[in-house]
């Protein structure tokens, strides 16, 4: 009997224990393993150059090539839709100028090619637009070839070569705008295939 006051005075904790707090009794010596870099914090310095404005004026005139050269594609949409043909009246006297000389698209096809994609005098950026503009040419002939081919003649084929040539306007019209809109802004225009291609050829 006498040793069971004993047992539970033993069992108590001690005053000193109850008055420190739990977290003191837990060890201190922990070791993080994120390691935290210290170096200064760098500063990456954007530098934005404009281009002149002769290098957006030519290479704005060069989506002109591959605009006026997929105009024949438009003629299942203007005979169905004549008065589509007013949104081209500011670009009448341009167009009268180069289908008035003869072999125009040989001539600007060529000019372009030799004269700025392979001229090392002008920038990268006229460069690229400039052969954009001539492999976007070149995929317009491909249609005409295939026509002269299988020759779709009436009927069905028919009706996909007009499916043909309205989806390959309204495609010329779009890289038309999209390119211009990009060139007068200084920006660089990136049309889907054709600028993979363009960038090979450079």
Request: proline share 8%.
């Amino acid at each position: 009997m006498a040793s069971t006051p004993l047992l539970r005075f033993s069992l108590r904790p001690s005053q000193e224990t109850l008055r420190k707090p739990f977290l003191s009794q837990t060890p201190l010596n922990l070791k993080s393993t994120v390691k935290i870099s210290r170096s200064p914090a760098k500063t990456i310095c954007m530098a934005y150059q404009t281009v002149p404005a002769t290098d957006r004026l030519v290479s704005s005139f060069a989506y002109f090539l591959p605009f006026f050269n997929g105009l024949q594609y438009g003629r299942f949409l203007f005979m169905k839709y004549p008065n589509l043909a007013l949104l081209l009246e500011p670009i009448f006297p341009l167009l009268n100028i180069y289908r008035s000389v003869p072999y125009a698209s040989f001539v600007a096809f060529f000019a372009l090619y030799l004269g700025v994609v392979k001229n090392p005098s002008f920038s990268n950026y006229v460069r690229f637009n400039s052969m954009q503009s001539v492999v976007l040419d070149v995929l317009l002939s491909l249609p005409l070839l295939f026509q002269r081919v299988f020759n779709p003649g009436k009927g069905l084929g028919l009706k996909f070569l007009v499916m043909g040539y309205n989806a390959i306007f309204v495609f010329i019209v779009f890289s038309f705008l999209y390119s211009l809109g990009h060139c007068v802004l200084g920006r660089t225009p990136y049309l889907p295939l054709v600028a993979d291609a363009a960038d090979r050829q450079l």
